[in-house]
């Protein structure tokens, strides 16, 4: 006899977070984000999230993530 154990059921694949409803109160929040996550952010921009989504993530105004993006070009020059 073989005191083998049923192997548990695998669980469900998640489904796929949706991105964040950028609605007109997320380009009205006041929120400042802490200088510590600004690369953070250009990171998440670089490797493909909308600065909407990032706004959305911070609950910050989509403005204050734009200044934290800056312009690309000029970034590169320096």
């Given at each position: 006899m073989s005191s083998k154990a049923e192997p548990?059921?695998?669980?469900e694949p998640a489904a796929a977070v949706a991105a964040p409803e950028i609605s007109q109160a997320t380009?009205?929040?006041a929120a400042t984000i802490p200088g510590s996550?600004?690369?953070?952010i250009r990171t998440l921009v670089t490797?493909?999230?909308t600065p909407e989504q990032v706004a959305g993530?911070?609950?910050?105004?989509?403005n204050e993530?734009?200044?934290?993006?800056?312009n690309r070009e000029?970034?590169?020059?320096?």
């Open positions: 548990e059921p695998r669980p380009t009205e929040r996550e600004h690369r953070r490797y493909g999230m993530l911070y609950e910050a105004s989509l993530v734009r200044r934290i993006i800056g000029a970034r590169k020059k320096a």
